[in-house]
């Protein structure tokens, strides 16, 4: 059993600045990449910030130079750090991971149960 629990959706006002934090627990070996997905009313849920085993990232145009997402291994933690946000920015935001949970190298995407993050004035 694997659980991805998130934290630090509020309400913010447009050009201030929000740091979610999503934590893995439960039985695993191993981690590897790790990211963050949002979804609108109305929208489709789309990817925001990816991170790789080895540190690489990726990031949606709409966020490039806003956003900044990182994590630390040995807290098992992926961290996305929003700047300059705007209500456009207004969303459902959820934690994903690909995670190996046996001995066997074979690995799962599991999901965060989502955070509200809401930038209005």
């Known amino acids: 059993q694997v659980q991805l629990v998130e934290s630090g959706g509020g309400l913010v006002q447009p050009g201030g600045s929000l740091r979610l934090s999503c934590a893995a627990s439960?039985?695993?070996?191993?981690?590897?990449?790790m990211g963050w997905y949002r979804q609108a009313p109305v929208k489709q849920r789309e990817l925001v910030a990816l991170?790789?085993?080895?540190?690489?990232?990726n990031y949606a145009n709409s966020v490039q130079g806003r956003f900044t997402i990182s994590r630390d291994n040995a807290k098992n933690t992926v961290y996305l750090q929003m700047g300059s946000l705007k209500t456009e920015d207004t969303a459902i935001y959820y934690c994903?991971?690909?995670?190996?949970?046996?001995?066997?190298?074979?690995?799962?995407?599991?999901w965060g149960q989502g955070t509200q993050v809401t930038v209005s004035s």
């Open positions: 994903n991971a690909d995670i190996q949970t046996t001995k066997k190298l074979v690995s799962a995407y599991y």
């Open positions: 439960g039985s695993f070996f191993r981690i590897f990449d």
């Open positions: 991170i790789t085993t080895f540190g690489s990232t």
